[in-house]
């Protein structure tokens, strides 16, 4: 289930507009420069994907967007293309992210995985290399709903969604596939779990998730012409096969973990928010090089039917305490080191209608996502870069 918050450019032309936008922005001394990638460059040949561009974050924002052909630089979120509203299984955006193996992973709907590195030895450093491991048109009629670790590896669950529409494609085998760190295409895979359907029909997995009490969630439904049951299920290995449960059981698996759970820090600015905002209520979905994947813990007071994100959040133990948190529009708080108090800053402002869909922390440079939405429908998105300025 997808929450609303409101509700194609070659490898050479791009390499070469970034190219040139590297000289126009020195040019200006914007203080964010994004340099070509060169194919003498051994540092990028530790990795099959495929490299974009070199990234060296400053002060004002680095904007992409997406596109059939991958991301592409545009000059800010208002100078976005006017893309028609899509019904958000149709359209492209980050799924999710999650940071993996000193990598920042996201999962693009409809597309591959996007992987940001760092360029530097330092790990305070400000730049970023960008790779895409695109799944070549195979994820494309698919929705990619479900982000989650198997045996090591980010892996997405594709499927096909017919709640707007008729189902125009065969249904995906495998339904699963992984970033491999030995292939420039994602892998297809078998979680045994997912494979188990019930008898007859003919049957999908639509919905991983890790529930709240650690357990395995998933739902699976029947597509033939005439018959849509819908069943659920859990289990705390996904090697084997789940037990079927109640559609009250699958629901309350959605309200993200206690607010014990929360780390340290977080819980300390969590705290300063929610004392500046004492209103918000609903969920935070946090990413952390600490985590396995992506937590969805409670924020407020209590958790509201839908369970709307409305807070997206960071944090880290190591190299140096940090916790940061924002809202959809891009106001967010900080806390730092040894700091107990919350040091308040915005993320650069976007048109109306406009929202920031998450947040994490490279280095010394901070990756949001953002998308244009009106309802169930998602028109343009794409990800912001910038160094950590405040």
């Known amino acids: 289930m ?27 001394n914007t203080g964010s420069v994004i340099a070509e990638i060169s194919d003498e460059g051994q540092e990028y040949a530790n990795y099959p994907w ?38 958000w299984p149709h359209a492209r955006y980050v799924t999710a992210m999650a940071i993996w193996n000193g990598f920042l992973v996201m999962a693009v709907n409809r597309d591959g995985f996007l992987i940001f590195g760092p360029a530097g030895e330092s790990p ?3 730049e970023l290399l960008l790779y895409r491991s695109a799944s070549g048109g195979i994820w494309d009629p698919y929705t990619t709903e479900s982000f989650f670790i198997w045996e090591g590896k980010p892996a997405v669950l594709i499927y096909r969604n017919d709640f707007f529409g008729e189902l125009a494609a ?3 085998a495998p339904q699963v596939y992984a970033l491999d760190s030995t292939s420039p295409v994602p892998v297809g895979v078998y979680v045994p779990a997912l494979e188990i359907f019930p008898a007859g029909g003919s049957w999908e997995t639509e919905l991983l998730r890790r529930g709240p009490d650690g357990f395995w969630y998933y739902r699976m439904k029947e597509k033939a012409q005439g018959r849509n049951a819908t069943a659920y299920f859990r289990t705390d290995d996904l090697n084997v096969e789940g037990r079927k449960i109640s559609f009250g059981e699958w629901m309350n698996s959605d309200r993200g973990e206690d607010t014990e759970n929360i780390p340290g820090n977080l819980a300390v600015l969590l705290e300063r928010v929610l004392v500046l905002f004492p209103g918000i209520k609903g969920q935070l979905k946090t990413v952390s090089p600490d985590f396995e994947g992506q937590r969805v813990f409670t924020a407020g007071v209590s958790a509201i039917a839908e369970n709307t994100a409305l807070i997206y959040a960071y944090c880290q133990d190591a190299p140096e ?70």
């Open 50 to 87: 495929l490299a974009l561009a070199r990234l060296r974050a400053g002060e004002n924002p680095i904007w992409f967007e997406f596109g059939p052909d991958g991301p592409y630089l545009i000059e800010s979120a208002a100078a976005a293309s006017l893309a028609p509203y899509v019904p």
């Open 321 to 390: 305490p940090l916790a940061l948190a924002i809202l959809p529009d891009g106001m967010g708080f900080i806390l730092s080191g040894d700091e107990r108090e919350a040091v308040p800053f915005s993320l650069p402002d976007m048109p109306e209608g406009f929202v920031y869909t998450g947040a994490a922390v490279l280095g010394n440079v901070l990756i949001a996502p953002w998308e244009e939405q009106r309802e169930a429908g998602v028109g343009a998105a794409g990800f912001m870069v910038m160094a950590m300025t405040f």
């Open 170 to 172: 065969q249904t995906p």
């Open 2 to 28: 997808r929450y609303i918050l409101n509700k194609a450019l070659s490898l050479p032309l791009l390499l070469l507009i970034l190219f040139l936008a590297a000289g126009c922005n020195k040019k200006e």
């Open 124 to 126: 305070e450093a400000a």
